[in-house]
């Protein structure tokens, strides 16, 4: 029911206002004067305003202009009661009022202009929800070509990096050969040569020959493990940040959550207040599936480092005592649904007090916000890839001191 407020003062005016609009069962409350109806309008916020531009007692034009000035009444649909003579004594303005209305009152005339003041609300707000849903749209769009740009970056320099760390993991295998070699070759001396020289016999004395060469092909073997170690981001980067400029793609999901643990690896060892946050992985046997991997890879990375904000968050509310206690552990399991659907879950034990995610990263306005630097909005993001861009499911589950689960759904085709 439409609420109406009738800025007049002519009593007979009022009369017929309050008349012709209480058969329609409107909310109607009446002013007698600008000030009131200022008063009035704040408290009772009114959809229309009926403002009588022919009393000296109202100064309509510039109730029109604060009315319009007002976020909370901007929204009001301003109509001028006037007379032909006086409409044509107003100066030129940029009309400030929706509609006008000539006096004497015509019955129908001014119930069709009530009536047009609702059907030009409900354009206005027809409009706004379509600039909303445009806003929408045009958002994973934003987000893809976001993502595919970064992957883009991403991947030339780890391409940039991947070529010198090849080749000196190459060469290491070589320097590990010749190492060797020299070593057995030194034995060899060192066995023919029974007296040797007082020089030779200092200069083993100062580096100390036995501990050089037992901790020579050590360092050589740690250096093949750190370079190696290198090379494995550096393939994970690439893979995490694949391109899906060619669409629709085969995708070990398997490999994609390796992927994206590697790369948040420096996030799981002891902090202050919090210990290691331990990893378990039950991987099933999946299919290939088909997808966007590099934008599913940016979902997995979003739910996990969720997981982790919300282990270290239950280790800061605990007591020092029970923090110490508090093992933090997240579980990533995977599984054969069906012959159409895998299913991963991502689960952890934070003790945080339960929270209706799923509700909030289902929320069209918070996706909506991509200036929004929350985790909600990083979860948000990932419901839009799994849900809406690979018509999959994300549902949350969480109890008070038992954790937070993640079950993910994706169908195996798209085609």
């Not at 100062?206 to 740690?222: E, G, N, Q, T, Y």
């Amino acid at each position: 029911m439409p609420k109406i407020l009738a800025i007049v003062a002519d009593a007979v005016t009022v009369e017929v206002v309050q008349e012709l609009l209480g058969r329609e069962e409107h909310e109607v409350r009446v002013a007698p004067d600008g000030n009131e109806g200022l008063d009035l309008a704040r408290e009772f916020s009114p959809d229309v305003i009926i403002c009588d531009g022919t009393s000296p007692q109202i100064n309509f034009l510039e109730v029109c202009r604060l009315v319009k000035a007002d976020r909370q009444l901007a929204t009001a649909y301003f109509i001028l009661l006037t007379t032909a003579d006086r409409f044509e004594e107003l100066p030129e303005l940029d009309a400030p009022f929706d509609d006008f209305l000539f006096k004497p009152i015509v019955k129908q005339e001014f119930l069709g202009r009530v009536r047009a003041s609702k059907r030009s609300r409900e354009l206005r707000a027809q409009l706004e929800l379509t600039q909303q849903e445009l806003q929408l749209s045009r958002d994973p769009m934003l987000q893809s070509e976001k993502m595919s740009t970064l992957g883009e970056l991403v991947s030339g320099i780890a391409h940039e990096i991947n070529n010198p760390i090849t080749f000196i993991y190459s060469n290491l295998t070589h320097v590990q050969s010749y190492a060797t070699d020299l070593i057995e070759l030194l034995r060899l001396y060192q066995k023919e040569l029974v007296t040797p020289g007082a020089e030779i016999l200092q200069k083993q004395q100062d580096m100390d020959v036995d501990f050089v060469l037992d901790d020579l092909l050590k360092i050589v073997s740690s250096m093949r493990t750190g370079s190696d170690r290198i090379r494995q981001i550096i393939l994970s980067l690439q893979d995490f940040s694949r391109s899906d400029r060619s669409g629709w793609q085969l995708f070990d999901v398997s490999d994609g959550l390796e992927n994206t643990l590697l790369l948040l690896q420096h996030r799981l060892p002891a902090r202050e207040g919090r210990r290691d946050i331990k990893v378990m992985k039950q991987f099933g046997n999946l299919p290939q599936i088909e997808c966007y991997a590099g934008l599913l890879n940016q979902a997995f990375l979003n739910i996990i480092n969720h997981a982790i904000d919300a282990l270290e968050e239950s280790a800061q509310d605990l007591e020092e005592l029970e923090s110490i206690k508090f093992k933090p552990v997240i579980l990533i399991s995977t599984e054969v649904v069906d012959a159409q659907r895998i299913c991963i879950e991502i689960a952890d034990n934070d003790m945080a007090i339960s929270k209706d995610i799923t509700a909030q990263i289902s929320d069209t306005f918070l996706v909506a916000q991509p200036a929004e630097q929350t985790v909600e909005s990083g979860l948000a993001v990932s419901y839009r890839i799994i849900v809406e861009q690979h018509k999959g499911e994300l549902k949350c589950f969480s109890e008070p001191g038992k954790g937070t689960r993640f079950r993910i759904e994706l169908p195996l085709r798209h085609s």
